[in-house]
Structure formats: structure tokens, C-alpha cells
């Protein structure tokens, strides 16, 4: 059995430490009320805790989430630093977990489970409180949470719930910690320890295989940049992922410093075939055998670490803010290595734009009313016009002068959820003389179905 292992030492002090709680943070749950009828006697001993009852709290932020996966027995415990609230209570998306027992420094804590989600009953507190949260998860084969049979997970986009107890909205953020075991014998389980910086909760992921990994090279931050293939690969994975490095580099002078770990790459994962494309679990982020020998992806899927990620989408409506700009962004790293995207993504915005039943605006009104993966959101439109749209504000602005601005853009909303108009409206912000002209192009290729443009060129 072999369990990679990503950086130093991990668990330390914060895994299964106890709650540290003062007895005034306690008592901001409780009922101050009539302090007479509870006055106790001089010399009476104090009242057993009684654990609070289960609360639906679905505000009260997650600050970290530490998990410990069996893979063997599937059980598994999430110890959950939960934020400060003046309300009592907690809840999380559980899918289609068993929860058998929920505890803290208090002791047992009272939980119930309704309809895929658990409320657990905790005090209100000043201080950081945490709990661990013991549970089984079962094995999943629809992409939609661990796959033993495919030896990956996959929890995008809601389906962490199936996985570890959890917020599936994307723009509910928090740290992790992982660790696996019950790894079978000659295997090697891909995964980061830490995810030290705040991420939707589709970002944990594991990859199981017969792992062979290769270190790619080192950005100029420091940066450690590897790939992890699979048997029979390594020469498309190889010529795949040899711009990765440059790429990687290029983001973190052009838009900001990487928060996500000291050491990244790009993780092999048979998705089976017809499924192409990658998926950004940053630190480890996933690229489909099928797609392994393309610079695109692995420099699409690394460009999320700055937005989807480090910015995350504040709805799911917001999905081409995550893959719109990580397209760009892919262009504008392998551009100047000699790979030039556009004439492809002209051809995918052609066949975008060319058919009826996969067109659709690619920034629709509402949050979180649609089910992406169920919707026809979920197709190459907010790739590709999202492309598009920063691709002609910078041919009116100049495309380093716009890669100046997504990097103000990433370091003001690094750590948040944001949605698509916040960007437009910074771009506006940023270039005020050609506010009107940005204006039309957003509308153009964001909020209307018709493509403003269609590239007239032969594709296959
Ligand atoms: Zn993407």
C-alpha cells in the first residue's frame, strides 16, 4: 500500500483537537432569561451539559474540514471547524451518507437527517468550534462521488455530499485536510493532504491507480510542478503537460501568487471513453487519460487555481466567470510558447453558436436555479463566449493591460465568491473611457443567446 504524500508532516495540533470553549461563548446559546428561576444553591453541583437539539443553521460558515477515509471499510470522520455564530446550530449536505455519531469537546451531540441534509445541534459561539462528525459513505459509478470501480472521485458539481458532509453551493468556501487509507496493496492513492486556501466543496479529490509520477519543473514563486500518468501513457502525458510549467509561472507573475499548495500538477484519471476534459481539483487536478496529451487542458485546469477557485462563482449561474476566463487564461499562457488556441476555440464557438439546441445565453438570470449538470448551461457556451467576450476587451484595451485588471480583479476577490457582473463591472471600473463599449460587449456575448460575431472559417 502506498499513500502519496504531498508536503511535511500533516494532522497536527487542529485535527481531533478538542473545542476550546469559555464559558461566556457558551452561554451565548443559551436562553439568559429568568436568571432567578435558575439561580442555583451555594454548594450545588452543576447540572449535567445538556446537549442542545438539532438546529437548521445552513449560514454559519465552514472553516476547515479534516478528513480521515477508509476506503476499505468506507467509513470515515470529518472533524469540521465551524465559524463563530450568534445562532445555534449547523447544517450540512450530506447526499447519501450515514451518520453515526456526531461529537465535540462538549461530548455527544444531538443530529437529525432529512432529505440529504444534516442539522447538528451545537451552541452559539464566539470562537471557532469544532466537531467530528463519524459516518459511511457508499461507492458511487455516475460521477457523482467515490468511484471504486474507476478509482476516482468525482463531486462536481454537487455531489461532495456523497462523499463527506459538506456545502455543495459553490460559493461556500473552506480549507482541507485529508488523509486515506485502506489504500489496496500495489496502488497509490493521489491526493493533497492540505488544501490550505478557501474552496468549493467539489475541490477534494482522490485518485487511485498504478501511479508513476514525474517532476515537470519549478516556477520562479517556488512553485513544484509534477505529473502523476498512468501505464502506457507517458509519452502523450509527457508532451501534454511540457508547457505546463511556463503556464503555470505565467499565471502567478501575471495574476497572482498561487494559493493552493507548494507542489501541483496534473493527475492522469480514466473517465472512460468519450469523456475528455479535466477537472480542477487544485492542488492534484484531474485530466482525463483521453485528454492527457493536450497543453489546453492541463493549462485550463491549472488557470482555475485563479479563478473558479481562488475566485470562486458566487452561483452556478455564474459558471463562465470559472470557465470562460480559465479559457482565456489558457490562451494567454500558451501563447507565448508558441500554441495558439484561438483557431480551435473559433471552431467550438462556431458550432456553438451554429446550434439551436446547445446555444443559450451564457450568463443567465437567478442564482442557483438550475441544476448544472441537467441544464444546457452545462455545455462549451460559457467556455467559449466567455472566451470571446475578454478576448475583445482586449483587443480594445490591449491584452496586457486587461491581464493587469483580472489580476486586480483576483487579488481583491481571492478567498470570495463572485459573480460574472462584478468582473464586468472591474473591467468597467478599470478602462472608464471605454465603459459603454465594454458594456455592449458583455451584453453581447453574456446576456443575449445570438453570437454577437461567428467566425467564418472552415472547421471540421
Ligand atoms: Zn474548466
Known amino acids: 500500500m502506498t499513500a502519496w504524500i504531498a508536503d511535511g508532516a500533516w494532522w497536527p495540533d487542529t485535527v481531533f483537537r478538542a473545542a476550546i470553549l469559555t464559558l461566556p461563548a457558551l452561554l451565548a446559546g443559551c436562553d439568559g432569561g429568568d436568571s432567578h428561576a435558575h439561580a442555583a444553591e451555594p454548594g450545588t453541583p452543576p447540572a449535567p451539559y445538556e446537549p442542545p437539539a438539532p438546529t437548521e ?67 452559539a459561539t464566539e470562537e471557532p468550534f469544532e ?46 485536510r485529508l488523509n486515506v487509507t485502506g489504500v489496496p496493496e500495489g496502488k497509490t492513492a493521489i491526493y493533497p493532504q492540505r488544501i490550505p486556501a478557501a474552496a468549493p466543496g467539489y475541490m477534494p479529490a482522490l485518485a487511485l491507480g498504478d501511479y508513476m ?27 501534454g503537460t511540457a508547457y505546463l510549467t511556463p503556464s503555470m509561472d505565467f499565471f502567478e507573475q501575471t495574476y497572482g501568487p498561487y494559493a493552493f499548495g507548494d507542489v501541483v500538477g496534473s493527475v492522469s484519471v480514466r473517465w472512460g471513453q468519450g469523456r475528455f476534459g479535466g477537472m480542477e481539483h487544485h492542488p492534484f487536478w484531474h485530466v482525463a487519460s483521453e485528454a492527457i496529451g493536450s497543453p489546453e487542458i492541463h493549462a485550463h485546469e491549472a488557470a482555475h487555481g ?8 458566487a452561483c452556478w449561474e455564474d459558471f463562465v466567470l470559472s470557465e470562460g476566463t480559465a479559457s482565456y487564461l489558457a490562451a494567454r499562457a500558451l501563447s507565448p510558447q508558441g500554441i495558439d488556441l484561438w483557431p480551435d476555440y473559433e471552431c467550438r464557438l462556431q458550432r456553438v453558436c451554429g446550434d439551436e439546441r446547445i446555444n443559450t445565453v451564457a450568463r443567465p438570470a437567478g442564482c442557483n436555479a438550475i441544476e448544472l449538470r441537467d441544464h444546457p448551461l ?10 470571446f467576450f475578454l478576448k475583445q476587451v482586449a483587443e480594445l484595451v490591449g491584452a496586457d493591460t486587461l491581464d493587469d485588471s483580472l489580476s486586480s480583479f483576483y487579488r481583491e476577490r481571492f478567498g470570495t465568491a463572485a459573480r460574472m457582473e462584478n468582473l464586468v463591472e472591474h473591467l468597467r471600473s478599470a478602462f472608464p473611457s471605454e465603459s459603454l463599449r465594454i458594456d455592449a460587449i458583455a451584453n453581447g456575448w453574456l446576456y443575449q443567446r445570438a453570437c454577437p460575431s461567428v467566425p467564418d472559417q472552415g472547421c471540421r
Open 306 to 313: 485563479w479563478f473558479g477557485n481562488g475566485v470562486r462563482i
Open 213 to 239: 509520477a514525474l517532476a515537470l519543473g519549478t516556477t520562479s514563486d517556488g512553485t513544484e510542478v509534477k505529473l502523476w500518468y498512468l501505464p502506457g501513457e507517458a509519452e502523450q502525458a509527457i508532451s
Open 131 to 176: 466537531i467530528v462528525i463519524d459516518y459511511r459513505f457508499e461507492a458511487q459509478d455516475d460521477f457523482n462521488g467515490w468511484m471504486p470501480e474507476t478509482g476516482v472521485s468525482f463531486l462536481w458539481p454537487g455531489f461532495c455530499g456523497n462523499l463527506f458532509p459538506c456545502r455543495d453551493a459553490p460559493a461556500a468556501g473552506q480549507r482541507y
Open 57 to 123: 443553521n445552513r449560514a454559519r460558515a465552514l472553516v476547515e474540514t479534516a478528513l480521515q477515509v477508509d476506503l476499505a471499510t468506507q467509513q470515515a470522520a470529518a472533524t469540521v471547524s465551524i465559524a463563530p455564530s450568534q445562532q445555534p446550530g449547523i447544517s450540512f449536505d450530506i447526499g447519501a451518507l450515514e451518520i453515526a455519531s456526531v461529537t465535540s469537546a462538549l461530548g455527544t451531540l444531538r443530529f437529525r437527517q432529512q432529505e440529504g441534509r444534516l442539522d447538528i445541534g451545537v451552541p
Open 378 to 387: 452545462w455545455s462549451d457556451v460559457p467556455y467559449m463566449k466567455g472566451a
